[in-house]
């Protein structure tokens, strides 16, 4: 029996010490979240703990995951790629800020025997596919707008993310948006009742599909197609102009007026240069950083890497295929981020 | 003399008391499992009761599953796991059975049959992952030009290829537990047996199987358990459509591959709450499943 006393209070002496070791090292910030930005994050943190010796520890776990652990309080940023929903402020239950860091675009991937690559698709003819109305690439709709184009009539495979993501979040955005079908009878979200299709894990998962069934599309982050050099298609946006995706056309969708709090979904945008099925991405954080007794050094060295984040941070962002923020989106990030107080008092000047 | 009375006093006490901490020991341990899977199954029940309330039953036998409008009906999963897992056994069982006759009589012993038995247990140890890339990049294209012969609409993934993938996976289980209770048959029968004339294979058919058929059903009963709860492999090759399959080639979903694809980016109450009851009914489905098992085994043990 005082053997197992023993082991107990020895567990519990180690269980301790997590449990301080936890508690703040203030050389080190802590944040959890998307795992689109990561490579792109990683990279950002670790610049910025050559220059400045802080460290920060980002877990690519997924935006929920990273919403909830700051609902939790366990990390001093979250990262998402959608604007936190109705029932996640809710259950945070105090003012967030969200501040964009860069845009990414989602891209239509298809795998069509023969030489074509960059077919244009327009709204109409996107929504239709994914809804099934759409179901081979004779279809005049298609032909009519890629002219000169070799499309063989391949029925169509649509292939879909089966894991909630960002990625999809952005993608039904557009649809809903360009679609008033897609919105009522499927809706958007980051996960969704596809009417149509084959599920894929991941981005790899979904282009995986397309490579494999000639006549398949999908939709996949641009950066991914972009280097694994797949075909993806140009798309008409709301100016009418055919838009190829690009850093610079992702960036353009989000030079136009933003909201003062930056939480929108940059598709189907006004910007008559913007690629239309782009979004942003989000590092989160508590509006008053006063809480479970952070000290005030704390939140300055947070919101310091913030600043960093969206100014000095921003050139590392085109090298990665991430789109930097536009001008108008800087504008309104600086501002939000110089609204995070301490004891209600403002952090940064 | 009196000394050695005490010191042997002391070393009889010092046993009873090691024998008393064993014991200990022992029960502390068991409880603690018991105590831990009474605990999963009541996270998974508190965690469910928002979607048990929005849903009531319906959730059981409802076919759409719309994380939008929240309507979860966990239908088209049930299937495709149930489709899945039993497909994958009937394919495996000829495999299994095979095997472990094989190691278990005609080659128990020798270099050729330990080389075998080594490469059938490898089977299990090869992660869940990798079967899935195998089954994506070799099978499904094999499966695919199939269907284009026969004239089924070539998907390629689906119920049919993930059965297939798990059959493999489950093989070793059925056939390793085969092997040893085919080994242990007294040799006694098969020698009556054989001295009454019979041949090698009415010896396996009248003695061998008969005497191993409660071992070889738990054996085929563990193989089931794993097909059930296999996650990854599955999810990669089933093609995630929550649609209601329609033949064993079209794609489907299974509970746990739900489970699996939808959790991290589960971003609202009911959605998380939806997936944790998926989990407690695979979770009761499992023990659903081993129960009419066991109940078989006794019933046929006392024959």
């Not at chain 1, 802080?54 to 790629?81: H, W």
Request: hydrophobic fraction near 45%; glycine fraction near 10%.
């Amino acid at each position: 029996m005082k053997k197992i006393t023993q082991i107990l209070s020895i567990a519990l002496i180690a269980v301790g010490f997590a449990s301080s070791a936890k508690a703040q090292d203030d050389k080190t910030l802590l944040g959890a979240g998307a795992t689109f930005p990561y490579p792109l994050y990683s990279k950002m943190f670790s610049e910025y703990n050559a220059k400045t010796g802080i460290q920060v520890n980002y877990q690519s776990i997924g935006s929920g995951g990273g919403i909830l652990q700051l609902t939790n309080k366990t990390v001093d940023f979250g990262a998402s790629d959608g604007p936190m929903n109705a029932d996640q402020t809710t259950k945070i239950g105090a003012p967030v800020l969200h501040i964009p860091i860069v845009s990414g675009a989602v891209v239509l991937t298809y795998n069509l025997p023969g030489d074509n690559n960059g077919i244009v698709l327009t709204p109409d003819v996107i929504a239709d596919i994914f809804l099934g109305k759409i179901t081979s690439w004779s279809d005049p709709r298609i032909v009519s707008k890629n002219k000169g184009v070799n499309i063989p009539a391949l029925p169509i495979l649509v292939a879909h993310r089966s894991d909630g993501s960002g990625t999809t979040a952005i993608f039904t955005s557009y649809l809903s948006k360009v679609s008033p079908d897609w919105n009522a009878k499927v809706g958007q979200g980051g996960a969704v009742n596809w009417p149509a299709g084959l599920g894929g894990k991941g981005n790899e998962g979904v282009s995986g599909l397309v490579k494999q069934t000639p006549g398949a599309i999908g939709y996949v982050e641009l950066i991914y197609a972009l280097q694994n050099k797949m075909d993806y298609a140009k798309v008409v946006n709301k100016k009418g102009k055919i838009i190829l995706p690009s850093i610079a056309s992702v960036t353009a969708a989000g030079n136009v007026k933003l909201p003062e709090d930056s939480k929108i979904f940059l598709t189907d945008t006004d910007a008559p240069d913007g690629y239309p099925i782009a979004g942003l991405t989000w590092q989160i954080i508590y509006k008053e950083q006063n809480y479970n007794g952070r000290s005030l050094d704390r939140a300055k060295k947070l919101l310091a890497l913030l600043w960093w984040n969206i100014h000095e941070g921003q050139q590392y962002a085109a090298p990665l295929n991430y789109a930097p923020l536009s001008k108008e989106a800087l504008k309104v990030a600086e501002k939000i981020v110089k609204s995070a107080t301490y004891d209600g008092k403002p952090i940064l000047k | 003399m009196e000394i050695d009375i005490t010191a042997n006093k002391k070393s009889y006490n010092k046993k009873i008391g090691m024998e008393v901490f064993f014991k200990k020991t022992l029960i502390i341990i068991a409880l603690i499992m018991v105590v831990l899977v009474l605990g999963i199954m009541l996270t998974l029940i508190i965690e469910s009761i928002p979607s048990m309330k929005s849903l009531g039953l319906k959730y059981l036998w409802g076919k759409t599953w719309d994380p939008v409008n929240n309507v979860y009906g966990a239908y088209p999963f049930l299937l495709g796991t149930l489709l899945t897992s039993f497909i994958s056994l009937i394919i495996s069982i000829p495999f299994s059975f095979a095997i472990a006759v094989y190691l278990g009589e005609y080659n128990s012993k020798g270099w050729l049959s330990n080389v075998l038995k080594n490469l059938v247990e490898l089977i299990a140890a090869v992660p869940s992952v990798i079967y899935g890339f195998w089954g994506l990049l070799v099978l499904v294209p094999l499966v695919r030009a199939f269907e284009i012969k026969f004239n089924i609409l070539p998907y390629g993934i689906g119920i049919f290829t993930s059965s297939i993938v798990l059959a493999i996976m489950i093989i070793p289980y059925a056939a390793s537990m085969g092997r040893e209770l085919i080994k242990m048959v007294p040799s006694n029968l098969k020698e009556g047996a054989y001295s009454l004339g019979a041949t090698r294979y009415e010896v396996i058919k009248n003695v061998i199987l008969p005497y191993t058929k409660t071992g070889l059903f738990a054996g085929v009963l563990l193989s089931l358990g794993r097909a059930l709860g296999e996650t990854m492999a599955v999810t990669m090759v089933i093609g995630n459509t929550t649609l209601i399959p329609t033949s064993i080639f079209a794609p489907g979903n299974t509970m746990a591959s739900v489970i699996a694809n939808e959790f991290t980016e589960a971003d609202h109450t009911l959605y998380l709450s939806a997936l944790i009851e998926l989990g407690l009914f695979l979770f009761c489905v499992t023990v659903v499943i081993n129960m009419i098992g066991k109940f078989l085994i006794s019933r046929y043990t006392n024959k």
